[in-house]
């Protein structure tokens, strides 16, 4: 059955290093991947978008790479603040429109 | 900015009750989702429409209904609440999915069955 898996344990980083939250996936061919934050008792944010064709994506502080071949997907946070302090979730489309959620990676920068 | 607004953040039903939850977006987007959120389980798909009047199951459609009158207000019925339904709704909208739009999600409604 299709499963995506993120680091399933929180990621504790100091101010200013690089947080890499992981997005792994098995049995799934997905034409594209998104990258969500969300803040405790809020819906989720869309951050990013990456096609199977494309290998990296950049916004600002953030980076996303997509590796079809090893069916995965880093997301990058560099010189991180405490405002970055969330919840990361991965998403794959499952074709038909639907898109199949990670479990999500809960982020803390501390200062 | 696009909106999605979720009529309640916070209810609370009894057991065997009908209960509503509902959804407005204003961006005039075709598709629009439900989902239930649970601690290590994360995003799950319950219904997805994607025009008015139209409806498709989710993963897991078992104890839910949809209705979809008019393009920007997407329902969510729980005929006969019980307590396994406790949980977090969330309610997105999207453009046409062959552009690889992303969703744009409610604030969520926080949902006890009691």
């Known amino acids: 059955s299709q499963k995506i898996e993120q680091n399933s344990e929180a990621l504790n980083i100091q101010e200013g290093k690089t947080a890499t939250l992981t997005c792994n996936y098995t049995?799934?061919?997905?034409?594209?991947l998104q990258w969500y934050r969300q803040d405790p008792g809020r819906g989720p944010v869309f951050l990013l978008l990456i096609r199977e064709n494309e290998k990296e994506k950049r916004k600002e502080r953030l980076k996303v790479t997509f590796d079809t071949t090893l069916k995965q997907s880093l997301f990058h946070i560099t010189a991180s603040q405490p405002a970055d302090s969330a919840t990361y979730l991965c998403?794959?489309?499952?074709?038909?429109?639907?898109?199949?959620f990670g479990q999500g990676t809960e982020l803390s920068v501390k200062p | 900015d696009v909106k999605v607004t979720q009529s309640s953040r916070y209810l609370v039903k009894r057991t065997g009750e009908k209960v509503f939850l509902e959804c407005v977006q204003d961006?005039?987007?075709?598709?629009m989702f439900w989902y239930r959120q649970d601690p290590g389980l994360g995003l799950r798909l319950i219904y997805f429409s994607y025009d008015v009047k139209m409806k498709e199951k989710g993963d897991i459609p078992e104890g839910y209904s949809v209705s979809r009158e008019k393009k920007e207000r997407f329902s969510l019925i729980l005929e006969s609440a019980s307590t396994n339904q406790t949980s977090m709704y969330l309610c997105a909208s999207s453009r046409p999915t062959g552009l690889a739009q992303p969703q744009h999600f409610g604030d969520g409604t926080r949902l006890s069955i009691l």
């Open positions: 049995n799934y061919s997905p034409a594209y």
């Open positions: 961006m005039d987007h075709e598709n």
């Open positions: 998403a794959l489309d499952n074709q038909g429109g639907k898109l199949i």
